[in-house]
């Protein structure tokens, strides 16, 4: 059962990734590093395992010389890094099945602002980097507005997508804890999709804050799973505010919430199990 609340309350937001959910390493020095990453690769390749791994121990001047300024290579593939705690998440392997939904998710909010003339008005920001005090953080994807309001800096989007394919939910949760943290409120909405690695379920929600905003508040759980051929969805459609997105009231009737229905959810979940192959 998912529970309603993100309490971000303490040090870093990577601190409840333990070994209990992803591998976690010790960073020594470079060689000892890419060594461990070659093992975590050929790993990966042999079995359903974790894409991540979690290195302990890195401070900003070696985030900063071996993974940020990394053009490419696997000091390149870290996805956030956690400054109080000194602890950087490294992408090990992409899986097909997580590139499809994320990928397949930015074509249905396009179709779905379409009909409104919105869809030129939305910047895809996609895997772009942003930096806080508490660290950094690529997402899945995200987006902004075209315009923004007066006074709202471009350094955050407003929506963020965050895909799962073999993480557990502590990763998705220190996802969530990360943007509507380190953006000060910027981040209204964290859309986390989850992927369940063994069997046809695809768990989708909707994340913000509301009234307090140091907890991290979901507003709606969708839930697609098959059992023989019978695609069942429950929890939908799903609905993301237009003012959120957009960061202005919708000019009614024209604009309204964007509205994501079953067809197009079950559209995504087919792609994605077409690649799970299950």
């Known amino acids: 059962m998912a529970m309603d609340n993100v309490d971000p309350a303490g040090r870093g937001f990577l601190g409840d990734l333990a070994p209990s959910v992803l591998p976690v390493y010790q960073y020594r020095d470079r060689e000892q590093l890419l060594n461990t990453i070659k093992q975590a690769v050929a790993t990966a390749s042999k079995a359903t395992t974790s894409e991540w791994f979690l290195i302990k121990r890195v401070n900003n001047s070696i985030f900063t010389s071996e993974f940020l300024l990394a053009k490419e290579g696997p000091f390149a593939s870290w996805s956030s890094y956690d400054a109080q705690l000194d602890r950087v998440l490294l992408r090990v392997t992409k899986s097909k099945a997580h590139e499809v939904a994320s990928e397949i998710f930015q074509v249905l909010l396009y179709d779905a602002i379409k009909p409104m003339g919105m869809d030129r008005s939305l910047d895809p920001t ?142 995504l979940a087919e792609k994605v199990w077409d690649w799970q192959g299950i």
């Open 126 to 267: 996609g895997s772009a980097t942003h930096h806080a005090a508490i660290g950094a953080k690529e997402a899945d994807k995200a987006w902004q507005p075209f315009r923004l309001p007066r006074g709202r800096s471009k350094d955050w989007p407003s929506v963020v997508l965050e895909v799962a394919f073999s993480e557990s939910r502590d990763k998705l949760q220190s996802d969530i804890r990360y943007w509507l943290r380190a953006s000060g409120g910027d981040v209204k909405v964290v859309i986390t999709l989850q992927i369940n690695q063994h069997s046809p379920n695809i768990t989708i929600e909707d994340w913000g804050t509301q009234g307090d905003k140091s907890v991290n508040h979901l507003h709606q759980t969708v839930q697609i799973s098959r059992k023989g051929s019978k695609i069942t969805t429950t929890g939908s459609p799903l609905v993301i505010e237009f003012e959120k997105l957009f960061l202005r009231p919708p000019i009614e009737p024209r604009e309204r919430n964007i509205q994501i229905d079953d067809g197009e959810l079950q559209f």
